[in-house]
Every structure is written in structure tokens, then in C-alpha cells.
């Protein structure tokens, strides 16, 4: 009986195991594009302002919480995007265009809605304005990327510790069945 009660649980735990293996989902960032701070709507029509996650939201589909920016040039590898974004700001030049990244969330919108005087935003024509030209890349804004990474959910490869118990089951399985094949061999024997 006790053989039979361990041969149940071990069935059991295989079956959740199995059960849960194709569910398990996991996150990865993949490239998508980019865009420089400039590439915004001109600062004189009062635009909205973003963050550079919700500036890729924008651009590129879905939800702010799809992405993640960086600073880094590197569109390869992953590991290097760092969540920080370039941003523009409305006002004094002391503080306008800090030379360090805010935070890929970082927007400020303190005065009427729109970028207006005191405002921070990631997707404005503001420093490089020129109502007669056009924008160029490659000026102040210009040399200001922020570079788009898409979370995309993959399913996952189960972790060893998984695979360990897995395993056990199995083998608490295995013994279950030979003892109950050995215990019905004997009572056939005797009858």
C-alpha cells in the first residue's frame, strides 16, 4: 500500500511538472530602432511631453512598458542597454541638454500641459530650431539617440532544478512500477 501512495505522488508531481513546463514564459529585450531627441514635434507648437519609453510607444506600437531605452550605441547585445534616455528641456541654457542621461522615465511637465518653460521631454525640436531650416541630424539634438529595445516573451527552457525533480518522479515512478510488477509475479507464483 505505502508502495502504491509514493508511486501516486510521484505521478502527481510529474504531471504538475509537465503541466507547467509549457507555461513558463520568460522576457528578453530585442532591438526595434531609434530616434533622436530632435525628431520631435517643434517646441513653438506646445507638444506633448514624453518619456523616452512613451516616446517609443508612439513610434513603434503598444504600451510605454514594452521598452526599454538606452544611451548605448550597441544595438546587439542586450546587456548593455543601460534605461537611461537624452531629454530636452524649455528654459534657462544653464540646465538645458545636461551632458549625463536621465532616467529612461524622466519627464517633467510643470506648467500648462505641453512643453512649455520648465518642461523636460525626450521627443521635442527644441535646441536645434530654426523656423526657416529644416532638422538636421547631427546637430545638438542630433547627437542625442535614444536607442528602443522591445521586451518580447519567449518561452522558457525549464531550469536544471526542474529537471532534477522531474527526474526523481520519474525514477520513484520507475521503482513504484517494478515493485508492483514484482509484488504480482509473486502472488501469481503462490496461487
Known sequence: MRCVKLFQLAVACVAVLVA??????????????QFNVGDGPEWTTEPQVLSARETAALLFGGSFTDYAISTIPNTIDPLTVNHMAWVDGYGDESYMFPNTPASEDFK????????????????????????????????????????????????????????????????????GAARRRRREKQQQVTV
Open 108 to 175: 517633467i511637465d510643470v506648467g500648462p500641459v505641453g512643453y512649455t518653460f520648465g518642461d523636460f521631454s525626450a521627443y521635442v525640436y527644441d535646441h536645434d530650431y530654426n523656423p526657416v531650416l529644416p532638422y538636421l541630424p547631427g546637430n545638438v539634438s542630433g547627437n542625442n539617440v535614444n536607442y528602443v529595445w522591445r521586451y518580447e516573451t519567449v518561452a522558457a527552457v525549464p531550469e536544471p532544478s526542474s529537471i532534477a525533480i522531474f527526474g526523481i518522479g520519474a525514477y520513484v515512478a520507475g521503482i
Open 20 to 33: 507547467t513546463a509549457g507555461h513558463v514564459q520568460a522576457a528578453v529585450l530585442t532591438y526595434v530602432g
